[in-house]
């Protein structure tokens, strides 16, 4: 089944372009906003399965709607497109809920990409917000995350996790480590549930904030 979209941005033409664009590659575009408010209000009754979230609002920012989204519709995966990934937004972005955050110029094939991705709760950052991430959190060891606790993670697991970290897909992980995607897979489960995260990127930042890789 199309997955079902709902569009924020205050930019009418663009909200139109991209409206063509998903529907055009079989997404169900089941309705748009331009502004936080107002999407908070529609969403609630129109239910989509990924949002799709500008930054730069009126009103309420792209952040605080997420922020706000995610703990009303935890079920609603929250795909952030922007024009630029500035350091702090990118941070404030995934703290706040988003699991994605892609900039407005990123090709069409990997948009649909992570607007499937978005709607089987896998997360998707660009190249340059997964750097924009990590590097953050490296460079703030007294950041709330940062709990430097240890884990019962088992070497492969820990393994698999250094190999997240680095940004590789299932079947890149399996490749490098002989094993399984499937066997992949049931890895980054235990991992997700034994670091307390509800996806791989924000596993990739404990993982970084403890200083497990």
């Known amino acids: 089944m199309a997955v079902r979209v709902f569009i924020v941005d205050d930019h009418r033409l663009f909200r139109t372009r991209l409206r063509a664009l998903l529907e055009e590659h079989g997404v169900d575009v089941v309705g748009d906003a331009s502004d936080a408010e107002h999407a908070l209000d529609q969403i609630a009754s129109v239910e989509p399965e990924v949002v799709l979230m500008d930054l730069s609002l009126p009103a309420m920012s792209g952040v605080e709607a997420t922020r706000r989204l995610s703990a009303v519709a935890p079920n609603v995966r929250v795909l952030i497109l922007t024009a630029t990934a500035a350091d702090q937004t990118v941070v404030e972005a995934v703290r706040a809920g988003a699991s994605g955050y892609l900039l407005k110029d990123t090709p069409t094939a990997?948009?649909?990409?992570?607007?499937?991705?978005a709607a089987h709760g896998q997360p998707s950052l660009s190249a340059d917000a997964t750097a924009v991430v990590l590097?953050?959190?490296?460079?703030h060891p007294?950041?709330?995350?940062a709990t430097h606790t240890g884990t019962?993670?088992?070497w492969r697991?820990?393994?698999?996790?250094?190999?997240?970290?680095?940004?590789?897909e299932n079947t890149e992980i399996a490749h490098a480590l002989s094993i399984s995607p499937q066997t992949v897979k049931h890895h980054i489960a235990s991992i997700?549930?034994?670091?307390?995260?509800?996806?791989?990127t924000l596993a990739a930042v404990e993982a970084v904030s403890r200083g497990l890789v």
């Open 152 to 154: 019962d993670l088992s």
């Open 110 to 117: 990997e948009l649909i990409r992570a607007v499937e991705a």
């Open 192 to 200: 997700l549930d034994k670091l307390h995260v509800p996806n791989r």
């Open 135 to 139: 590097d953050y959190v490296r460079s």
């Open 142 to 145: 007294d950041h709330p995350r």
């Open 157 to 168: 697991e820990l393994e698999v996790l250094a190999l997240l970290v680095e940004g590789k």
